[in-house]
């Protein structure tokens, strides 16, 4: 009855389930040091130290943070719905880390005679994927919120789905333009074709920058963190949360931000490909360690961008981050559109 | 039993259960992430036809924005249960038996009119691949298409002015 399990690829299986595990593990591991970026690197900016205690240069300290949420007290608010309470964190943390599985991480390895691509699933609508998954993770803070029976909280959530809804529209049409040059919606075609020729960013300045401020929107970070505004909605939508399942809502915003800046880096910067370098020249494996080390440094410069935005500029008035979504950033994106369009029907791309 | 009529089981009775809990959840809230969970069975069929396309869109426009949408006004309302009272019409009651009765009509003598007795296989057919679709959409159906979207473009301009404050 079930001989067809017999079928599956033993091999790919394994393949497939090891380089998830790695995949999710590195973001874990890269949102923890983000935390830390984040905390040094405001201390420099506001001319203090920050975290140096924990360890040499206070590299310990994410973990000791860790610890210190998993010993919180966990406090569930009487008259909230229980189960909805536990599912946001959960939601929020699930939807950062799916949109993991598109991105390509590298060129192929050569592991056992067999040829490894580093992306879990090459699928046909890779960028669509990234934007629908991008669509739901809003349900975790919409859910928490309401879950939580409190003013505040829903007050944050509401503020995150009008927010996320409005700049979901702009980066859906600055993504069209780049559709249309690339011709395809498969993220590894894209970097391969940005291997061969110039990055996108030169064609898609303006898109660049459009995908840009959503992405900050998106991922609720400053100057568009109004849905958990502390100085009018004390925590915003994580008032009622404590211990892990508050840790789960602050990890999942840099899962998110590293995603993001991985998907920007696909999308504009060349994704894995290394600058200046003929990566035919170099033997696969070699090759493939080195692309997925210019990724990640890419991805780093983004993340540190993120930071740096966060304690340069100041939140924005919730009617001028309307103004701005609605009546900058949309019709900008379509003039790109039409922009991208006609120089391709002049030029005869 | 192959792996897709298993697939297939399993995502009918995610979606026809998930269906029936929206209508029986006596709180909006809870109805409205029933209905998601819908959404994402249903996607699941497409791409069990290998529709990928129809899957990823019918999560973006439908679980994604419109659902989200309808929790936004859900939330902001803060409709509860008691504050709900039953629709005690019942001409509007057997109205919507007979309408749904008419649209299951509809869709079973469909289902017979097709023959098929293998309908869905893994990897097989390419009707919902983004490339094909977009050809046939622009090739064949183009003034469809078009007359649609003026269609969608009306209703937005509706909304707008609908919504637009009385300025005096």
């Known amino acids: ?349 | 039993m192959q792996i897709t009529t298993l697939l297939f089981l399993l995502l009918s009775i995610m979606a026809v259960g998930a269906a029936l809990m929206v209508l029986f959840s006596k709180n909006p809230v809870h109805s409205i992430l029933w209905l998601i969970v819908v959404f994402f069975a249903i996607s699941g069929h497409y791409l069990l036809l290998n529709a990928q396309f129809l899957a990823v869109v019918n999560i973006i426009v439908y679980a994604g924005a419109i659902m989200v949408l309808f929790l936004f006004v859900v939330m902001m309302m803060n409709l509860n249960q008691e504050d709900i009272e039953p629709v005690k019409n019942y001409r509007l009651q057997i109205l919507g038996v007979l309408s749904g009765g008419v649209m299951l009509l509809i869709i079973v003598l469909a289902v017979m009119r097709l023959q098929e007795t293998q309908p869905v296989q893994l990897k097989v057919g390419d009707a919902g691949l983004i490339t094909n679709l977009g050809k046939t959409l622009f090739n064949n159906y183009v003034l469809p298409f078009e007359i649609s979207s003026v269609l969608f473009l009306s209703a937005i301009m509706g909304a707008v002015i609908i919504g637009r404050r009385e300025e005096d």
């Not at chain 1, 950062?96 to 060129?107: T, Y």
């Not at chain 1, 509401?158 to 249309?180: K, N």
């Not at chain 1, 892990?244 to 809502?249: A, D, N, P, R």
């Open chain 1, 1 to 349: 009855m079930f001989h067809y399990l017999l079928n599956i690829d033993a091999f790919l299986l394994i393949e497939k389930l090891v380089l998830i595990a790695i995949i999710v593990g590195l973001c874990m591991v890269v949102a923890m040091y983000t935390t830390f970026a984040e905390r040094r690197v405001a201390a420099f900016i506001q001319d203090r130290l920050g975290p140096n205690r924990a360890g040499p240069f206070g590299i310990l300290q994410p973990l000791a943070d860790g610890v210190k949420l998993f010993f919180k007290e966990e406090i569930i608010p009487n008259f909230s719905s229980h189960f909805l309470f536990i599912l946001g964190p959960g939601l929020a943390m699930t939807f950062a880390l799916l949109a993991s599985a598109v991105i390509p991480w590298g060129s192929n390895l050569e592991i056992f005679g067999r040829t490894v691509p580093l992306q879990i699933a090459d699928v046909n609508i890779g960028i669509l994927y990234v934007f629908g998954v991008v669509s739901m993770g809003v349900y975790g803070i919409m859910i928490g919120s309401w879950a939580s029976n409190n003013k505040y909280s829903l007050m944050g959530g509401l503020r995150a789905a009008s927010q996320i809804i409005s700049y979901e529209l702009a980066l859906g049409i600055s993504l069209i333009a780049l559709l249309m040059i690339t011709g395809t919606l498969r993220l590894n075609e894209i970097v391969l074709q940005q291997q061969a020729g110039y990055w996108n960013i030169v064609y898609q300045p303006l898109g660049f920058f459009i995908y840009l401020i959503c992405a900050f929107a998106e991922c609720n970070r400053t100057p568009f963190d109004l849905p958990e505004a502390e100085n009018e909605l004390i925590g915003g939508y994580h008032t009622e949360y404590s211990s892990m399942k508050l840790g789960f809502y602050l990890f999942a915003e840099y899962v998110n931000m590293f995603i993001s800046s991985a998907v920007m880096v696909t999308l504009f910067f060349g994704g894995y490909d290394i600058p200046f370098v003929d990566e035919s020249t170099l033997s696969t494996n070699v090759a493939g360690i080195l692309s997925v080390l210019a990724f990640m440094i890419k991805i780093s410069l983004f993340l540190f961008f993120f930071i740096w935005v966060r304690w340069t500029v100041p939140r924005f008035r919730y009617d001028q981050l309307m103004r701005l979504g609605w009546k900058t950033l949309i019709p900008l994106a379509l003039f790109n559109m039409l922009a991208t369009g006609a120089w391709m029907l002049f030029t005869n791309k």
